[in-house]
T-cell receptor, first 112, second 114 residues
Framework: GNSVTQMEGPVTLSEEAFLTINCTYTATGYPSLFWYVQYPGEGLQLLLKATKADDKGSNKGFEATYRKETTSFHLEKGSVQVSDSAVYFCALSERRDDKIIFGKGTRLHILP | DGGITQSPKYLFRKEGQNVTLSCEQNLNHDAMYWYRQDPGQGLRLIYYSQIVNDFQKGDIAEGYSVSREKKESFPLTVTSAQKNPTAFYLC???WGTGVNEKLFFGSGTQLSVL
């Protein structure tokens, strides 16, 4: 079945460091891929998405490129801020399936 | 402002008791979902509803029940049959269930067992 695998956290970085959170997926068709973010005590918010191979999603300085050849959708940001501290979820939605599948989430701590 | 409202924010359940978590949306969305979040396990789908008066089981429906009598409301009941109910519960909605649909989430309800 379809699945999403994320790097385990927590990830701890200093402010202004470069961030990469790895995400790989397994799907039988051509899924859309998403990154959601969850700030402490809140629900999830969509951060960015990509709907086909080689698409790049971007928002708030974060980027992720849909790589079909490596079945990956890694999240990157060039210079993180303390306010980026949150849990990040990679997710996929596959054409023949009504359900969105989430990874287990990666907790990110940014130190001032 | 449009959005999803979950209540209460914190809820305590006694042994053998059923409790109901509220979820209301004013986004005019057709689809609504309930997820359970446990530390280190991500989100697991409990139930979802694509339209009023219809709903389907998700991956972990045992011990839970739902209803969808109104488009804007999708309450979740945690029954006494759910032996490990302590978790953070998230309600979400979307316009439909197409492959590119964005989910809108509520702020969650933390359920604990006394």
């Amino acid at each position: 079945g379809n699945s999403v695998t994320q790097m385990e956290g927590p990830v701890t970085l200093s402010e202004e460091a470069f961030l990469t959170i790895n995400c790989t997926y397994t799907a039988t068709g051509y899924p859309s891929l998403f990154w959601y973010v969850q700030y402490p005590g809140e629900g999830l918010q969509l951060l960015l998405k990509a709907t086909k191979a080689d698409d790049k999603g971007s928002n708030k300085g974060f980027e992720a490129t849909y790589r079909k050849e490596t079945t990956s959708f890694h999240l990157e940001k060039g210079s993180v801020q303390v306010s980026d501290s949150a849990v990040y979820f990679c997710a996929l939605s596959e054409r023949r399936d009504d359900k969105i599948i989430f990874g287990k989430g990666t907790r990110l701590h940014i130190l001032p | 402002d449009g959005g999803i409202t979950q209540s209460p924010k914190y809820l305590f359940r006694k042994e053998g008791q059923n409790v109901t978590l509220s979820c209301e949306q004013n986004l005019n969305h057709d689809a609504m979902y309930w997820y359970r979040q446990d530390p280190g396990q991500g989100l697991r789908l409990i139930y979802y509803s694509q339209i009023v008066n219809d709903f389907q089981k998700g991956d972990i429906a045992e011990g839970y029940s739902v209803s969808r009598e109104k488009k804007e409301s999708f309450p979740l009941t945690v029954t006494s049959a759910q032996k490990n109910p302590t978790a953070f519960y998230l309600c979400a909605s979307s316009w439909g269930t197409g492959v590119n649909e964005k989910l809108f989430f509520g702020s969650g309800t933390q359920l604990s067992v006394l």
